[in-house]
């Protein structure tokens, strides 16, 4: 078995470009909440992108609860001055400092938790 953690943007398009929503497929907690509901039932409604250069937590559905939860590399982490080797060094940096950061919250949990000598 090969498997692989994916990190998407998932989108619900109901009633955009609409004066009212479409009705709520049956599959569909809440519209306007996207989730693997919308991937597993190809919902028209849908569309996802790639979250590129994002570090995030998710919950126990594997999904990230709220904007607190992920930051990605982008914005004011870019220099005013493009550069695209800048670019690239930074987003090197940007990996290395979310692996440590990942390493670092395992290394304190295992400690919190008491189980750092299982």
Not at 19 to 30: L, V, Y
Not at 73 to 81: I, L, Q, R, S
Request: aromatic share 12%; glycine share 6%; net charge negative.
């Amino acid at each position: 078995m090969s498997y692989n953690h994916i990190i998407l943007e998932v989108y619900c398009l109901n009633g955009i470009g609409e004066k009212e929503i479409e009705t709520t497929p049956d599959f569909c907690p809440k519209v306007h909440k996207p989730g693997f509901h919308c991937l597993e039932n190809n919902c028209k409604h849908h569309s996802y992108t790639y979250a590129p250069y994002e570090i995030a937590y998710a919950d126990k559905n594997g999904l990230v609860p709220d904007s607190d939860c992920w930051i990605g590399f982008g914005g004011d982490m870019e220099p005013e001055d493009y550069n695209e080797e800048k670019i690239t060094n930074l987003k090197k940096l940007w990996r290395d400092v979310c692996k440590a950061k990942i390493e670092e919250a395992y290394e304190e949990f295992m400690q919190k938790a008491d189980l750092k000598n299982k």
